[in-house]
């Protein structure tokens, strides 16, 4: 279908990868936050928990909510660490288990991935994700 609105588009690509996606992260048993904690986790493990929420873009309230959950599925764990003026924070691992699902979770994203950009060069693969980030960040400032 040829879309004249970005609204369009966005809801037609966001639709169909939003189900492709839903339907893996319900594989693994997770909501559809999580993949998203667990994908960002896998490359950034030992982070404090405070400057994780804003590499993901989650308020800290929600990031601790989400964590918690993870924790008790035993996919993460916090450690206690002690930052400048001695105040109490956690550092975020991923467990074994979790670690094994961000992998597999992973694969599976990248596959879905090839599917998503079937018949793109890597040129347009590259501009197109650049548009999408101009877009969100023109999008933010309206917020």
Do not use: W
Not at 24 to 50: A, C, R, V, W
């Amino acid at each position: 279908m040829k879309y004249d609105k970005l609204f369009m588009a966005l809801l037609g690509a966001s639709a169909a990868h939003g189900e492709a996606s839903r339907q893996i992260f319900k594989d693994y048993g997770l909501t559809e936050s999580q993949p998203k904690i667990l994908y960002i986790l896998d490359f950034n493990e030992g982070i404090i928990q405070k400057d994780f929420a804003q590499l993901c873009s989650i308020k800290p309230s929600t990031m601790t909510v989400q964590l918690t959950r993870l924790e008790k599925e035993g996919l993460i764990r916090r450690e206690i660490c002690y930052v400048s003026g001695g105040k109490k924070a956690y550092k975020i691992y991923l467990t074994k288990r979790g670690k094994e699902i961000a992998d597999s979770l992973i694969e599976r994203i990248d596959k879905l991935e090839e599917i998503c950009f079937r018949g793109f060069t890597e040129d347009e693969r590259n501009q197109l994700l650049s548009l999408l980030e101009r877009v969100e960040t023109n999008t933010t400032t309206l917020i």
